[in-house]
């Protein structure tokens, strides 16, 4: 329960609207509650004017109470609508407030909390377990209070009737509560089964549809459909284990109700019989039994909602309690400088334990370009990372200038860096979105300057709706090269302090490569660069290049001095060099 708590803050940020829906809640209970005494005063005026013969007042008798039920029988519809209308949307507006803070937590969560959760999860708790909560805060709030009051008002009228026949009555209904919260309980936990099977089709088809080419050519058409039988078999499994437990659900509650109301007739036969009650009473209290008996039902109900949305909260709180490894602790706009600092840096990735950097140290002064060298998984993109601070150094430190990376405000320091990973991530959407991805205006002649420095212009305007291309899934497929380009003029239009490009230009032929590394010097002439690259061409220009293997820095200076050295950049060159010719 105690993880439910954490939803107290919304709760009294819509305390008015919850005391309004409760003020609605009781006034909708006592028209409810009145009719059934309109009842027994229809019935005892009958069986009185039977027993004295005059029966000339009794239809009159009968429209009146039978109008009066009516009425209240709207009024109560009236105000019922009433307080769905505002607890029901509280619980709307709550989920609101909840999925929005999820998602904002999110985005201030490090890249290192993504590798370690599944995207799946973090999926189910803003969509699943949101939803549950909201059952919480919805459905089971406003059925709780409604019968609390209901009880409340009830219970009090039967006892001022008769004890010994509210005593009989009542008897049978903790037992039904109890069997319904069991039934309930085990309802949920195969219903969940089904969803997590349902998924599972989902997942399966989803797999087929995307690797359709690859079935295809394989022509294992055959097998993808065995698979996906097997998962729509053990779905229809589920399904039917559930609908065994469903169809307990109504039968169970009836006959509770049914031995309800042959106690109140039995009970109230007898009662009546002595004189204690009229037969009017008898009447009146099958009434009540009936209104208590589906809000007793729905207690076991509620309780297996408030269980299964304080396990869906505790979820959720393990994610909305976490803090970023990476914290932006200063508030207020920082200026950037564009010399990187790096001094004796150690970075050990945690969820892998593997040390991706050892004891580095190099400086770039502003307006020089470094270039950085190495094989796969020397450590490359990890440098990258450590200057888009998307993640903290284990020990030693990079600092802007004069300032430690940590005391400069990460938006500000994102916003200096034109950073273009390898793989170019493109959003679903047109070109045009896309280049101009930095900014939430769109200024269409930038776009086009971006796009020709990124040597993609032409082949944007030989599609048919030029920068209004969509792209992305039902979009045109564009060539690796092409997506580097955009990612590439993405960050031209971003106009940035600090160029990375990290081996983004592995797809590009040779030409072009240089045709973008020449605007690249233009456009970042008196500005830092880092170009990453396992290939030598495209660093050779550099004023500085670094070459990495494992993790440490293992020979440093200008493409000729390097060449000078006759080391490992030497022997890859030579390779590179007659690979190409
Ligand atoms: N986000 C990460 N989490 C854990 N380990 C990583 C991560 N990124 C890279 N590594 C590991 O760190 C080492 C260096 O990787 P990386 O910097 O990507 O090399 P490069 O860019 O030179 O190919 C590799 O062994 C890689 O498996
Ligand atoms: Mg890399």
């Not at 909305?320 to 004796?344: A, C, R």
Request: a positive charge; aromatic letters at 10%.
């Amino acid at each position: 329960m105690k993880h439910l708590f954490y939803l107290n803050k919304f709760f009294w940020k819509y305390r008015i609207l919850l005391a309004i829906g409760t003020v609605f809640i009781i006034i909708a209970n006592l028209f409810a509650l009145y009719p059934a005494e309109f009842v027994r005063k229809a019935f005892d005026a009958v069986i009185l004017s039977m027993n004295t013969g005059n029966t000339s007042s009794t239809s009159k008798i009968l429209v009146k109470y039978g109008s009066l039920i009516v009425l209240f029988a709207v009024l109560k519809g009236v105000f019922m609508y009433c307080m769905r209308q505002t607890i029901i949307v509280i619980s709307r507006k709550i989920e609101y407030d909840l999925k929005n803070e999820i998602y904002q937590q999110y985005q201030a969560l490090s890249i290192s909390f993504y590798k370690k959760n599944k995207t799946g999860d973090l999926m189910n708790r803003i969509s699943e377990d949101v939803s549950r909560v909201r059952m919480y805060l919805g459905p089971a709030l406003m059925y709780a209070i409604n019968i609390f009051i209901l009880f409340f008002l009830v219970i009090s009228k039967m006892l001022t009737i008769s004890t010994t026949l509210t005593f009989y009555v009542l008897f049978p209904l903790p037992i039904l509560a109890i069997s319904v919260y069991f039934v309930s309980n085990t309802m949920n936990k195969r219903s969940e089964k089904v969803q997590a099977q349902l998924s599972d089709i989902t997942a399966v088809a989803q797999e087929t549809f995307s690797g359709i080419k690859i079935i295809k050519s394989f022509s294992n058409e055959y097998n993808a459909l065995e698979v996906f039988m097997n998962s729509c078999k053990s779905y229809t499994k589920r399904q039917l284990e559930l609908v065994k437990i469903e169809a307990l659900f109504f039968p169970l509650i009836i006959s509770m109700i049914g031995v309800s109301s042959v106690l109140t007739v039995y009970i109230g036969g007898i009662e009546s019989f002595k004189g204690n009650i009229s037969t009017g009473n008898i009447a009146e209290f099958i009434i009540y039994v009936n209104m208590l008996a589906w809000p007793v039902a729905s207690i076991g109900w509620i309780t297996s909602l408030v269980q299964r949305a304080a396990a869906s909260q505790e979820r959720i709180n393990d994610f909305l309690l976490l803090t970023s490894d990476v914290e932006n602790k200063i508030t207020k706009h920082t200026p950037i400088s564009g010399d990187i600092i790096f001094n004796d840096v150690n970075l050990r990735y945690t969820d892998t334990n593997i040390q991706a950097i050892k004891n580095l140290s190099f400086t770039l002064k502003e307006g020089e370009t470094l270039g950085i060298f190495g094989k796969t998984g020397s450590g490359k993109s990890t440098i990258a990372n450590l200057v888009c601070r998307l993640y903290d150094t284990t020990t030693g430190s990079v600092s802007f200038g004069n300032t430690n990376i940590k005391n400069l405000n990460l938006n500000s320091l994102r916003r200096a860096i034109g950073y273009i990973p390898q793989d170019g991530y493109l959003f679903s959407g047109t070109i045009r979105e896309n280049i101009a991805f930095s900014s939430d205006t769109i200024d269409n002649h930038k776009t086009i300057e971006s796009a020709k420095k990124a040597d993609i212009l032409d082949e944007i305007n030989d599609f048919k709706d030029g920068m209004d291309t969509i792209i992305g899934e039902r979009g045109v497929q564009l060539s690796g090269g092409q997506r580097q380009r955009l990612a590439i003029a993405r960050t031209f239009y971003k106009n940035p302090k600090l160029y990375i490009f990290d081996d983004c230009l592995s797809a590009i032929d040779a030409t072009k490569e240089q045709r973008i590394l020449n605007q690249l010097r233009l456009e970042s002439k008196d500005r830092s660069s880092i170009i990453i690259s396992h290939r030598i061409s495209t660093l050779k220009e550099a004023d500085k290049i670094i070459v990495l293997d494992n993790g440490k820095i293992i020979e440093t200076g200008s493409h000729n001095e390097l060449l000078n050295d006759k080391g490992f950049y030497y022997k890859i060159y030579q390779i590179q060099a007659n690979k190409e010719s």
